[in-house]
C-alpha cells in the first residue's frame, strides 16, 4: 500500500514538474513564441519525445500536432496555417540561436533519442 501511494505522488509530482516548466518559460521578460510541428501518419514517438526534452532543455516553447486520419484537403489546409504561425516562432529562435540551430537541435535530439 505504501508502495503504490509512493508511486502516486511521485508521479503527480512529475506531472507537476514539466507544467511547472512550461509555465517558467512563458513567464520570463522575453515570451517565448509556440513553435507548432504538425505530424500526418504514423508518428515514431521516441523521437518526438526525445525532441520535448530537447526543447526544453534549449528553452524552446514546442508542441506536436498528430492528425488522424482525415482528408487530404484537411491536412494541406492545417499545415498551411501551422506555417504561417510559425514564421514569428522561426524568426525568434533564429536570432535567439543563429541561423542553424535547427541542424544543431536536430542532432541532439538523435543523441537523446539514442540514450
Known amino acids: ?12 509530482n512529475g ?7 512550461v509555465n517558467n ?3 520570463e ?7 507548432t510541428k504538425y505530424i500526418v501518419g504514423k508518428p515514431y514517438m521516441a523521437y518526438f ?3 520535448k526534452i530537447v526543447a526544453l532543455r ?6 506536436h500536432i498528430f492528425a488522424g486520419s482525415t482528408s487530404r484537403k484537411e491536412i494541406d489546409s492545417k499545415r498551411l496555417e501551422i506555417e504561417s504561425s510559425n514564421v514569428e516562432a522561426y ?24 540514450k
Open 1 to 12: 500500500m505504501k508502495k503504490s501511494l509512493l508511486l502516486i505522488i511521485i508521479f503527480l
Open 15 to 21: 506531472c507537476n514538474l514539466e507544467q511547472t516548466t
Open 25 to 27: 518559460l512563458s513567464s
Open 29 to 35: 521578460n522575453e515570451p517565448y513564441p509556440l513553435l
Open 49 to 51: 519525445d526525445a525532441e
Open 58 to 63: 534549449w528553452g524552446i516553447n514546442l508542441k
Open 91 to 114: 524568426r525568434f529562435y533564429n536570432k535567439k540561436f543563429g541561423e542553424g540551430w535547427q541542424v544543431r537541435f536536430k542532432k541532439e535530439v538523435e543523441a537523446q533519442k539514442n
